[in-house]
């Protein structure tokens, strides 16, 4: 935990990113490297009847660690999917509440 899913990038994109930027986010978040579960969702975008190519878009599943960190979380993935020459990328978070979440059965609260 984080989980990061990434959508309007490719597998192999990511994959390139891949080392640099969790060890970028390990740092921010003061955490283990394997912490962090990346994914990358390959789907049809579509717009005016036709396919097209995704927008890239990184939603961020995590427990809230504050501004600083989630500015610089938001910091690292910007930079990463840039520096693949994408020209913009959107980052979104979605919060986990500690009583709604789950490990084999235990809550987190």
């Known amino acids: 935990m984080p989980r990061l899913t990434f959508r309007g990038i490719t597998v192999e994109q990511l994959c390139a990113i891949s080392e640099s930027l969790v060890d970028r986010l390990a740092v921010v978040c003061s955490c283990d490297r394997d912490n962090f579960t990346l994914e990358c969702i390959q789907h049809a975008a579509v717009f005016g009847g036709k396919q097209v190519e995704a927008y890239p878009f990184v939603e961020v599943a995590w427990f809230e660690r504050g501004d ?19 020209p913009e990328v959107e980052v979104a978070f979605t919060t986990y509440a500690k009583e709604a979440y789950y490990s084999n059965g235990t809550s987190f609260k």
């Open 68 to 86: 600083e960190v989630r500015d610089g979380v938001a910091g690292a993935i910007t930079d990463h999917v840039l520096g693949l020459g994408i």
